[in-house]
C-alpha cells in the first residue's frame, strides 16, 4: 500500500495546496482583521487543536523555527476566535477550487470523488496522530466541493503526522527538515530556501555544520550518499505510515477513487492552484 499511498498524495495534495496560495484565502483572512498571511495560517490551521499554548502548535506542527509559533498563537486568536477562521479558510478553499476547476466542480465524479476521500479520511485510527484527530473532531461538510477539500486536508494532515514521527525516528529536527527538503528540491544553497532564509545566520550555520558532522550533507550543501540514503528512508516510512486510511476501500473503489481524482489534480496543476 506504499506505493498507493504515495500516488494518492499526488493527487490530493493540489487540492489542499489552494489554501496555500489563492487569493481567496487571502482576502477572505484580511477581511478578518488578520494582519498577514501567517497570522491567518496558524489561526485557521492550528484551530482543531482547540486553544492550546503556542508551544503545542508547534509540536504538533513541528517543521517550523522555535519560536515562530509563538509569534501567531495565541495572539491570532485574541480578536478573531479560532472557529471563525477555520470556517472562512473552509470556505474561501472551496471557493478557489470552484474557481480553478470550473466544470468539473459540478460534475458527477468530484461527488463521487468526494464520497470516496471522506471514506478513507474517517477510516484510519486517530492514535499517534494529533493534526489528524483534531480534523477528525470538525464535522464533515455536506457540498461535495467543500467535502472534498475538507477529506483532502483530514488526509494530508494523516501524512504530515506519519511525516513527523519519520523525522524524529532518523533524528531529523524541524529546521533541518526544511534543509533536507531544499536539497531535495535542487536549491542551491539550501539556507536560501523561502522557509527558512529569514532566520539568523547564526542559527542557520549551526543546522548545516549539525547534517555536516552527522555526515548527511557536503561542505558545500548538497546531499552525501549517506544524506540520500537518509532522505529516501524519510520518504519510505511517511508513505507506509500513509497507507492505513486508502486500506479501507476496496481495490474497486480505489480504483475509481483514482480515476475520478485524476482530472481534478491535473486541472489543479495546470493552474498553479492559483
Not at 29 to 49: E, I, K, N, Q, V
Not at 79 to 107: M, N, Y
Not at 116 to 121: F, G
Request: aromatic share 6%; hydrophobic share 45%.
Amino acid at each position: 500500500m506504499s506505493r498507493t499511498a504515495r500516488h494518492m498524495f499526488e493527487l490530493l495534495e493540489p487540492i489542499c495546496l489552494v489554501t496555500y496560495f489563492a487569493d481567496e484565502i487571502n482576502e477572505e483572512m484580511a477581511a478578518l482583521g488578520h494582519r498577514t498571511y501567517w497570522d491567518g495560517y496558524f489561526a485557521s490551521r492550528a484551530a482543531p487543536l482547540g486553544r492550546v499554548p503556542a508551544e503545542v502548535v508547534h509540536a504538533a506542527f513541528y517543521s517550523f523555527a522555535e519560536g515562530e509559533a509563538a509569534r501567531h498563537i495565541p495572539s491570532a486568536w485574541e480578536t478573531i476566535p479560532p472557529e471563525v477562521s477555520l470556517a472562512a479558510w473552509q470556505r474561501a478553499s472551496a471557493a478557489a477550487l470552484r474557481r480553478i476547476l470550473g466544470d468539473l466542480a459540478s460534475s458527477p465524479g468530484l461527488v463521487r470523488a468526494a464520497d470516496l476521500t471522506t471514506k478513507a479520511a474517517v477510516s484510519a485510527p486517530t492514535a499517534g496522530r494529533v493534526m489528524y484527530a483534531g480534523m477528525r473532531t470538525l464535522e464533515i461538510p455536506a457540498d461535495p466541493v467543500t467535502r472534498l477539500w475538507h477529506s483532502a486536508t483530514m488526509l494530508r494532515e494523516h501524512r504530515g503526522d506519519g511525516h513527523v514521527a519519520a523525522l524524529v525516528s532518523l533524528g531529523i529536527g524541524g529546521t533541518e527538515a526544511h534543509i533536507v527538503s531544499a536539497i531535495a528540491m535542487g536549491i542551491h544553497p539550501p539556507e536560501s530556501f523561502g522557509r527558512v532564509h529569514h532566520l539568523p545566520k547564526k542559527r542557520l550555520a549551526e543546522v548545516m555544520n549539525g547534517l555536516r558532522a552527522r555526515g548527511l550533507v557536503t561542505a558545500d550543501g548538497h546531499f552525501t550518499d549517506l544524506g540520500r540514503e537518509t532522505r529516501e528512508r524519510l520518504e519510505a516510512l511517511t508513505d507506509e505510515v500513509a497507507a492505513p486510511p486508502y486500506e479501507a476501500l476496496p481495490a474497486a473503489e480505489l480504483d475509481e477513487l483514482i480515476a475520478e481524482l485524476s482530472p481534478i489534480a491535473e486541472r489543479l496543476q495546470a493552474a498553479g492552484s492559483r
